[in-house]
C-alpha cells in the first residue's frame, strides 16, 4: 500500500516499513543509491535518562548537578537548557553533568538535556532558583520620594524587560527601576501615601519576581526631616504651548546641580531650569495637554520634594462641540467650534481630517469659540525617475507612472540623472494624449532640458492629464511618458475635528449645542441631504457629503473674450462668465463666484448655470486664475471641465488709452496708460522710450488693474520735434498689451512743450525768500508747477577746462560695472560667440533657472581696460560677460549743461560712442 506520492516517482514508502532518512531537494526526494541502507531505528538502550537536580552558589554563579543515567563522559557532548536558559556544561560522567547557569530572575525552570551522540534524554526534573535580598541602602530618603535605593541579593531579572512582569514596592507603592543585574537592582521610591504620612514612616521593601516575593530584613524609613517641599506655585494654571515661566517656592530644595531636575505631569516634560536656589525655583514651562499635572522636583541630596501640599497645574485646551457638521469635499464650509484654551487662536490649528484645515476668519476667535471656514489642503505627490529602463537602466523612468490625486492637490517631478552629459536631460510637459510626446501648448512645461531639476503643478479638476518629456538622450529617442488620474471621492467621508498648539492635541469632551455660523447680507442653501455623523463623548466629526458638494462641468466666456493659445479660457479683464454645472443654488447671493481671488459679481443663477462679471478693476492678468463656485454653507464645487486650462481663466491686459502724448524734451511729465487687465500676477510692469538700442526707461509710479503710470524720461533734443515709439511689457515674460483700436504706442517730444527758464529775481536769497522766475511754457496752473534750486556745481569764475580734461574727471568717476575681467579666452569660446554674435551663451544652473556665477575670485575691470580689442573676447563662466550685451544707460545731467553743449559742438557723435561702447 503506498502512503506518501514521492518526487517524480523516485520510490515510494510502504506501509509497516521502518523510518526513512529523507533528503528533498527544490522538493524532488533523493534516491538510496548504491544499495545505502537509509532506515532508522529507535533503540531504548541508548536513550539518556535524567533523575534529579542540585545547586550550589560559586563565585555569584549557579551550577547545577544534574544526574542520571545514559550519559557520556565528554562535557562538549552536552546541550542544556533551564527554562530557556543556556546551561554550560564543565564536568561529565556516565551518571551525572555539572553546568554552569546563566544568570536570569528566580523562578521554577523545566530542564531539558541532549547528548548530542545519542538524544535527548528522558525525565522531567524542576529546578528552582530562589530570590534572595540581601540588603538595601540607603535605608531612608524624602517623603516624596526620589530616592535611588540599591538592593542586593540573587534572581533579579538581567534585563528591564524582564521586569514587566515583576515588581519592587515600598511601603506597597511601585520603586521604579532604573538599573538592573542578576544581584543588584537600582530603583527609584515612590512618594509616601499620604493616608499613612507622619514625620517618620517606616515601610516595608519586598521584590517579587515570577511569582516568588521576597521582604527585606530591614524597613525603609521615610523621613520628613530631610524632604524637600514645595509650598506654592506661581502661576497655577499654564497653556498648552507652554513657554511660561513658573515659579516654586518651598524648603530644602538645596543648590544648584546638573542632577536636580524639575518635570511636569506623569510623562516627565522638562521645565527648563532658569535659576535654583534652596527656597525658589524658576523654570521655563514645556508644553503640556489638557488636564492636571502634578509638578515633580528631584534634589540631587534629598530625593523628590514633597509636593502633596499644592494643587496640580491646571491646563484647559479641549473642544466640546461645531456646527454645522456637514459640508462639500473641497471645502469652503463655514462653521463655529467650541472649546476652551483657544487663547488669541495664533498658535491654534484647527483640522478636519487630515486634508482640510478650517482657517479661522478676521476677528472670528475668542477663547472658547471660533469661527473658520473649511479649507482644502493641497497634499503634495511626487513623481521621480527612480524607474528602470530597459535598456539605459535607472533613471529613465517615471515612478509611479501613474498617481491618482485629488482635486487641488500639488504634484512635483524632481529628477536627477544618473550620468549628467552634454545632450542629456529632462524637461516635463502635459500633452494632449498618451499617444504623443509633443507638449500639447496649455499645460505645464519647465520647458529647458536640464540633469537635475523639478517641476511643481497643482490640478484643479478632474480628469485623466498625460505628460511626457523632451528626448531625454539626444538622438537616442528616449522619452519619459506618465499620468496623473484626478478623482474627487466617490462617497460621502466622516473625519474627526481636532485643534492642536504645537505638538498638544486639545482633549475632545463632546456636550453641549453650539449655534452655528450665520449669512452675512443674505442665507445658506439649503443642506438637508445631508445627514451629520452620530460621533462619540470623546470624538467629533464632520461628513464630506456628495451631495453637498456642487459641480462645474463647463465654462464659457459670455462677452470679453480674447484671441490666443496660452489657454482654451482667455478674455480681457471686463468679461462675463457663463458656468455650467449641478448642484449651484437659484439665490443670486448664496452664489459666491471668483477668479482667484477676485469676486466674480453673479447676475443670474439657477441650480445648473451661473453668469458673473468679472471685476476688472480688481483682476490681475497673465496668470491662469482658478474660476471657483462656493454654495453658501454646503462649500466649494469640483471642476470637472474638458481640460485643467478649461478652467482656469487667463486675462489679457488691453490699453485702451495713452496720455499725454507730447511733452518736454526734459521728461518729466506723467505717462498714464488707461486699460483693462493691466496688473500683472507678478506685479512687473516694463515702459521704454524709443527703439533699441537707444531706449530709455519710464519709471512706473503706479501700476492698478485700470491705469499704470510713469515718469517719461528726458531725450537727447534734435530740432523742434522728435517722435518716439513707447514699448510696453506686462509680467516677467514680456507680453505685449492689446492694443484698442485707434491708439498709438508713440510719443513726441517737442520744444513747444518744453519749458524755459530765462532770469529769477533776487539773485541772492536765503531761506523762507520768495522768488520770481522768468521764462515760458510755464502754463496758467500754478499747482502743476513744482520749482527745485540746485546749488551750482561750478564757479563762473574759474578758468576754462578743456573737455578732454573734463571728460578724464568724469570718467574716473564712474564705476562702469564690467564686472570680472575676462581671462584668456580658449578659441572654442570665441568661435560659438561668433555663430551668437547678438547675445552671450546663457549658463543655467541645474534646476534650469537662470543663476550667475559666483565671481569674488576673479579679477574686475576697471575704465583703463576697457579696449577695443575686448569686444571679441567672450568670458566663458560669466553670464553676459561681452561688453555689448549690457546696455547702459547714459545720465546727461552728470555732463551739466555747459559741457553737454561744448560736447555737441566738438563732438557731435561723442554720446552715440559711449552708448555703443557701454
Same mark, same amino acid.
Given at each position: 500500500?503506498?502512503?506518501?506520492?514521492?518526487?517524480?516517482?523516485?520510490?515510494?514508502? /510502504?506501509?509497516?516499513?521502518?523510518?526513512?532518512?529523507?533528503?528533498?531537494?527544490?522538493?524532488?526526494?533523493?534516491?538510496?543509491?548504491?544499495?545505502?541502507?537509509?532506515? *532508522?531505528?529507535?533503540?531504548?538502550?541508548?536513550?539518556?535518562?535524567?533523575?534529579?537536580?542540585?545547586?550550589?552558589?560559586?563565585?555569584?554563579?549557579?551550577?547545577?548537578?544534574?544526574?542520571?543515567?545514559?550519559?557520556?563522559?565528554?562535557?562538549?557532548?552536552?546541550?542544556?537548557?533551564?527554562?530557556?536558559?543556556?546551561?554550560?556544561?564543565?564536568?561529565?560522567?556516565?551518571?551525572?553533568?555539572?553546568?554552569?547557569?546563566?544568570?536570569?530572575?528566580?523562578?521554577?525552570?523545566?530542564?531539558?538535556?541532549?547528548?548530542?551522540?545519542?538524544?535527548?534524554?528522558?525525565?522531567?526534573?524542576?529546578?528552582?532558583?530562589?530570590?534572595?535580598?540581601?540588603? $538595601?541602602?540607603?535605608?531612608?530618603?524624602?517623603?516624596?520620594?526620589? !530616592?535611588?535605593?540599591?538592593?542586593?541579593?540573587?534572581? $533579579?531579572?538581567?534585563?528591564?524587560?524582564?521586569?514587566?512582569?515583576?515588581?519592587?514596592?515600598?511601603?506597597?507603592?511601585?520603586?521604579?527601576?532604573?538599573?538592573?543585574?542578576?544581584?543588584?537592582?537600582?530603583?527609584?521610591?515612590?512618594?509616601?501615601?499620604?493616608?499613612?504620612?507622619?514625620?517618620?514612616?517606616?515601610?516595608?521593601?519586598?521584590?517579587?519576581?515570577?511569582?516568588?516575593?521576597?521582604?527585606?530584613?530591614?524597613?525603609?524609613?521615610?523621613?520628613?526631616?530631610?524632604?524637600? !517641599?514645595?509650598?506654592?506655585?506661581?502661576?497655577?494654571?499654564?497653556?498648552?504651548?507652554?513657554?511660561?515661566?513658573?515659579?516654586?517656592?518651598?524648603?530644602?530644595?538645596?543648590?544648584?546641580?546638573?542632577?536636580?531636575?524639575?518635570?511636569?505631569?506623569?510623562?516627565?516634560?522638562?521645565?527648563?531650569?532658569?535659576?535654583?536656589?534652596?527656597?525658589?525655583?524658576?523654570?521655563?514651562?514645556?508644553?503640556?495637554?489638557?488636564?492636571?499635572?502634578?509638578?515633580?522636583?528631584?534634589?540631587?541630596?534629598?530625593?523628590?520634594?514633597?509636593?502633596?501640599?499644592?494643587?496640580?497645574?491646571?491646563?484647559?485646551?479641549?473642544?466640546?462641540?461645531?456646527?454645522?457638521?456637514?459640508?462639500?469635499?473641497?471645502?469652503?464650509?463655514?462653521?463655529?467650534?467650541?472649546?476652551?484654551?483657544?487663547?488669541?487662536?495664533?498658535?491654534?490649528?484647527?483640522?478636519?481630517?487630515?486634508?482640510?484645515?478650517?482657517?479661522?476668519?478676521?476677528?472670528?476667535?475668542?477663547?472658547?469659540?471660533?469661527?473658520?471656514?473649511?479649507?482644502?489642503?493641497?497634499?503634495?505627490?511626487?513623481?521621480?525617475?527612480?524607474?528602470?529602463?530597459?535598456?539605459?537602466?535607472?533613471?529613465?523612468?517615471?515612478?509611479?507612472?501613474?498617481?491618482?490625486?485629488?482635486?487641488?492637490?500639488?504634484?512635483?517631478?524632481?529628477?536627477?540623472?544618473?550620468?549628467?552629459?552634454?545632450?542629456?536631460?529632462?524637461?516635463?510637459?502635459?500633452?494632449?494624449? #498618451?499617444? !504623443?510626446?509633443?507638449?500639447?501648448?496649455?499645460?505645464?512645461?519647465?520647458?529647458?532640458?536640464?540633469?537635475?531639476?523639478?517641476?511643481?503643478?497643482?490640478?484643479?479638476?478632474?480628469?485623466?492629464?498625460?505628460?511626457?518629456?523632451?528626448?531625454?538622450?539626444?538622438?537616442?529617442?528616449?522619452?519619459?511618458?506618465?499620468?496623473?488620474?484626478?478623482?474627487?471621492?466617490?462617497?460621502?467621508?466622516?473625519?474627526?475635528?481636532?485643534?492642536?498648539?504645537?505638538?498638544?492635541?486639545?482633549?475632545?469632551?463632546?456636550?453641549?449645542?453650539?449655534?452655528?455660523?450665520?449669512?452675512?447680507?443674505?442665507?445658506?442653501?439649503?443642506?438637508?441631504? #445631508?445627514?451629520?455623523?452620530?460621533?462619540?463623548?470623546?470624538?467629533?466629526?464632520?461628513?464630506?457629503?456628495?451631495?453637498?458638494?456642487?459641480?462645474?462641468?463647463?465654462?464659457?466666456?459670455?462677452?470679453?473674450?480674447?484671441?490666443?493659445?496660452?489657454?482654451?479660457?482667455?478674455?480681457?479683464?471686463?468679461?462675463?462668465?457663463?458656468?455650467?454645472?449641478?448642484? *449651484?443654488?437659484?439665490?443670486?447671493?448664496?452664489?459666491?463666484?471668483?477668479?482667484?481671488?477676485?469676486?466674480?459679481?453673479?447676475?443670474?443663477?439657477?441650480?445648473?448655470?451661473?453668469?458673473?462679471?468679472?471685476?476688472?478693476?480688481?483682476?490681475?492678468?497673465?496668470?491662469?486664475?482658478?474660476?471657483?463656485?462656493?454654495?453658501?454653507?454646503?462649500?466649494? /464645487?469640483?471642476?470637472?471641465?474638458?481640460?485643467?486650462?478649461?478652467?482656469?481663466?487667463?486675462?489679457?491686459?488691453?490699453?485702451?488709452?495713452?496720455?499725454?502724448?507730447?511733452?518736454?524734451?526734459?521728461?518729466?511729465?506723467?505717462?498714464?496708460?488707461?486699460?483693462?487687465?493691466?496688473?500683472?500676477?507678478?506685479?512687473?510692469?516694463?515702459?521704454?522710450?524709443?527703439?533699441?538700442?537707444?531706449?530709455?526707461?519710464?519709471?512706473? +509710479?503706479?501700476?492698478?488693474?485700470?491705469?499704470?503710470?510713469?515718469?517719461?524720461?528726458?531725450?537727447?533734443?534734435?530740432?523742434?520735434?522728435?517722435?518716439?515709439? +513707447?514699448?510696453?511689457?506686462?509680467?516677467?515674460?514680456?507680453?505685449?498689451?492689446?492694443?484698442?483700436?485707434?491708439?498709438?504706442?508713440?510719443?513726441?517730444?517737442?520744444?513747444?512743450?518744453?519749458?524755459?527758464?530765462?532770469?529769477?529775481?533776487?539773485?541772492?536769497?536765503?531761506?523762507?525768500?520768495?522768488?520770481?522766475?522768468?521764462?515760458?511754457?510755464?502754463?496758467?496752473?500754478?499747482?502743476?508747477?513744482?520749482?527745485?534750486?540746485?546749488?551750482?556745481?561750478?564757479?563762473?569764475?574759474?578758468?576754462?577746462?578743456?573737455?578732454?580734461?573734463?571728460?578724464?574727471?568724469?570718467?574716473?568717476?564712474?564705476?562702469?560695472?564690467?564686472?570680472?575681467?575676462?581671462?584668456?579666452?580658449?578659441?572654442?569660446?570665441?568661435?560659438?560667440?561668433?555663430?551668437?554674435?547678438?547675445?552671450?551663451?546663457?549658463?543655467?544652473? /541645474?534646476?534650469?533657472?537662470?543663476?550667475?556665477?559666483?565671481?569674488?575670485?576673479?579679477?574686475?575691470?576697471?575704465?583703463?581696460?576697457?579696449?577695443?580689442?575686448?569686444?571679441?573676447?567672450?568670458?566663458?563662466?560669466?553670464?553676459?560677460?561681452?561688453?555689448?550685451?549690457?546696455?547702459?544707460?547714459?545720465?546727461?545731467?552728470?555732463?551739466?549743461?555747459?559741457?553737454?553743449?561744448?560736447?555737441?559742438?566738438?563732438?557731435?557723435?561723442?554720446?552715440?560712442?559711449?552708448?555703443?561702447?557701454?
Amino acid at each position: 500500500k503506498i502512503i506518501q506520492p514521492g518526487g517524480d516517482f523516485f520510490r515510494q514508502p /510502504a506501509e509497516g516499513s521502518d523510518p526513512q532518512i529523507t533528503v528533498w531537494v527544490n522538493g524532488f526526494l533523493c534516491l538510496c543509491a548504491g544499495g545505502a541502507d537509509c532506515s *532508522f531505528s529507535y533503540d531504548s538502550s541508548l536513550t539518556p535518562t535524567i533523575l534529579g537536580v542540585t545547586d550550589t552558589l560559586v563565585d555569584g554563579s549557579i551550577e547545577l548537578t544534574i544526574t542520571g543515567t545514559g550519559f557520556t563522559t565528554d562535557a562538549s557532548d552536552f546541550t542544556i537548557d533551564v527554562g530557556g536558559r543556556n546551561c554550560e556544561a564543565t564536568v561529565a560522567t556516565s551518571s551525572s553533568v555539572t553546568c554552569t547557569l546563566e544568570n536570569g530572575p528566580a523562578g521554577d525552570f523545566d530542564i531539558t538535556l541532549w547528548v548530542q551522540s545519542r538524544g535527548q534524554a528522558s525525565g522531567s526534573v524542576t529546578f528552582t532558583l530562589s530570590l534572595t535580598v540581601d540588603s $538595601f541602602s540607603p535605608s531612608s530618603g524624602s517623603v516624596g520620594g526620589g !530616592t535611588t535605593l540599591t538592593i542586593l541579593g540573587t534572581g $533579579f531579572p538581567n534585563t528591564m524587560d524582564e521586569w514587566e512582569s515583576n515588581e519592587v514596592a515600598v511601603g506597597g507603592s511601585s520603586c521604579t527601576i532604573t538599573e538592573t543585574s542578576y544581584t543588584e537592582v537600582k530603583c527609584v521610591t515612590p512618594k509616601e501615601s499620604t493616608s499613612r504620612r507622619r514625620k517618620r514612616a517606616l515601610a516595608d521593601l519586598t521584590v517579587t519576581v515570577n511569582g516568588q516575593t521576597v521582604s527585606a530584613s530591614g524597613q525603609y524609613n521615610y523621613d520628613a526631616s530631610s524632604t524637600p !517641599t514645595i509650598t506654592t506655585l506661581d502661576p497655577i494654571t499654564a497653556t498648552p504651548m507652554g513657554g511660561d515661566t513658573l515659579t516654586i517656592t518651598g524648603t530644602t530644595f538645596g543648590y544648584e546641580s546638573p542632577f536636580n531636575t524639575v518635570t511636569i505631569g506623569e510623562d516627565g516634560a522638562v521645565c527648563l531650569i532658569i535659576d535654583w536656589m534652596p527656597t525658589e525655583i524658576t523654570c521655563t514651562m514645556p508644553a503640556l495637554a489638557n488636564g492636571q499635572h502634578t509638578v515633580y522636583v528631584q534634589t540631587k541630596d534629598n530625593g523628590m520634594a514633597d509636593a502633596s501640599g499644592v494643587s496640580p497645574l491646571l491646563v484647559d485646551f479641549t473642544i466640546t462641540g461645531a456646527s454645522p457638521l456637514v459640508g462639500s469635499h473641497q471645502g469652503g464650509t463655514k462653521i463655529k467650534i467650541a472649546g476652551t484654551g483657544f487663547g488669541d487662536c495664533s498658535n491654534v490649528v484647527f483640522n478636519v481630517g487630515s486634508e482640510h484645515t478650517c482657517v479661522v476668519d478676521e476677528g472670528g476667535c475668542t477663547s472658547t469659540e471660533v469661527s473658520c471656514t473649511v479649507t482644502k489642503t493641497a497634499t503634495m505627490h511626487r513623481i521621480q525617475n527612480t524607474g528602470r529602463h530597459f535598456k539605459f537602466g535607472p533613471g529613465y523612468v517615471w515612478e509611479p507612472a501613474t498617481l491618482i490625486v485629488r482635486p487641488g492637490d500639488e504634484v512635483r517631478w524632481s529628477w536627477n540623472l544618473p550620468v549628467p552629459q552634454e545632450g542629456t536631460g529632462i524637461a516635463v510637459h502635459s500633452t494632449s494624449s #498618451a499617444s !504623443t510626446n509633443e507638449y500639447d501648448g496649455m499645460g505645464f512645461n519647465s520647458q529647458t532640458k536640464s540633469s537635475k531639476g523639478n517641476l511643481l503643478y497643482q490640478f484643479m479638476t478632474e480628469g485623466t492629464f498625460t505628460y511626457n518629456t523632451q528626448d531625454v538622450i539626444e538622438g537616442e529617442e528616449v522619452f519619459m511618458p506618465g499620468k496623473v488620474v484626478v478623482a474627487a471621492p466617490s462617497e460621502d467621508e466622516i473625519v474627526a475635528i481636532e485643534a492642536f498648539i504645537g505638538d498638544i492635541t486639545a482633549e475632545t469632551i463632546v456636550g453641549g449645542s453650539v449655534s452655528g455660523p450665520t449669512a452675512d447680507g443674505c442665507s445658506f442653501a439649503d443642506s438637508s441631504c #445631508a445627514t451629520s455623523a452620530p460621533g462619540t463623548a470623546s470624538s467629533l466629526e464632520f461628513t464630506f457629503a456628495n451631495c453637498l458638494t456642487a459641480e462645474i462641468t463647463d465654462i464659457q466666456i459670455s462677452s470679453g473674450a480674447a484671441n490666443g493659445n496660452v489657454s482654451s479660457l482667455m478674455s480681457f479683464a471686463d468679461s462675463e462668465l457663463t458656468i455650467s454645472g449641478t448642484g *449651484f443654488s437659484t439665490e443670486l447671493c448664496e452664489n459666491i463666484v471668483k477668479v482667484g481671488e477676485t469676486l466674480c459679481a453673479v447676475s443670474s443663477a439657477t441650480a445648473d448655470t451661473i453668469v458673473c462679471a468679472v471685476d476688472a478693476a480688481e483682476i490681475t492678468s497673465l496668470g491662469a486664475l482658478p474660476v471657483t463656485v462656493n454654495v453658501q454653507n454646503n462649500g466649494d /464645487a469640483v471642476q470637472k471641465v474638458a481640460d485643467d486650462s478649461a478652467g482656469k481663466l487667463y486675462v489679457v491686459p488691453k490699453i485702451d488709452a495713452i496720455a499725454p502724448t507730447t511733452g518736454s524734451w526734459a521728461g518729466g511729465s506723467i505717462l498714464t496708460l488707461t486699460g483693462s487687465g493691466l496688473n500683472p500676477g507678478d506685479g512687473i510692469v516694463t515702459i521704454n522710450f524709443g527703439e533699441l538700442p537707444y531706449q530709455t526707461a519710464c519709471a512706473i +509710479i503706479e501700476v492698478t488693474s485700470s491705469k499704470v503710470s510713469c515718469t517719461v524720461p528726458e531725450a537727447q533734443k534734435v530740432g523742434d520735434e522728435k517722435t518716439v515709439v +513707447i514699448d510696453i511689457y506686462f509680467g516677467g515674460e514680456m507680453i505685449r498689451a492689446e492694443m484698442a483700436d485707434g491708439v498709438t504706442a508713440e510719443y513726441t517730444y517737442s520744444t513747444a512743450m518744453t519749458p524755459t527758464s530765462t532770469a529769477t529775481s533776487p539773485s541772492e536769497f536765503s531761506s523762507s525768500t520768495s522768488i520770481d522766475v522768468s521764462g515760458s511754457g510755464f502754463g496758467e496752473d500754478s499747482s502743476a508747477i513744482s520749482v527745485f534750486l540746485r546749488p551750482s556745481s561750478v564757479s563762473g569764475k574759474r578758468r576754462r577746462r578743456s573737455i578732454a580734461s573734463r571728460l578724464e574727471e568724469i570718467a574716473g568717476g564712474v564705476s562702469y560695472g564690467y564686472g570680472p575681467k575676462p581671462k584668456v579666452v580658449h578659441a572654442f569660446w570665441k568661435s560659438i560667440k561668433k555663430e551668437r554674435p547678438s547675445r552671450s551663451i546663457e549658463w543655467r544652473s /541645474a534646476g534650469s533657472s537662470k543663476k550667475k556665477r559666483s565671481t569674488e575670485r576673479l579679477p574686475h575691470l576697471t575704465p583703463e581696460d576697457h579696449a577695443d580689442e575686448f569686444e571679441e573676447l567672450f568670458h566663458p563662466e560669466i553670464e553676459h560677460m561681452h561688453a555689448r550685451t549690457v546696455k547702459r544707460s547714459i545720465d546727461i545731467n552728470s555732463y551739466g549743461q555747459e559741457l553737454f553743449e561744448a560736447i555737441m559742438e566738438s563732438e557731435p557723435d561723442y554720446f552715440h560712442r559711449r552708448r555703443r561702447s557701454a
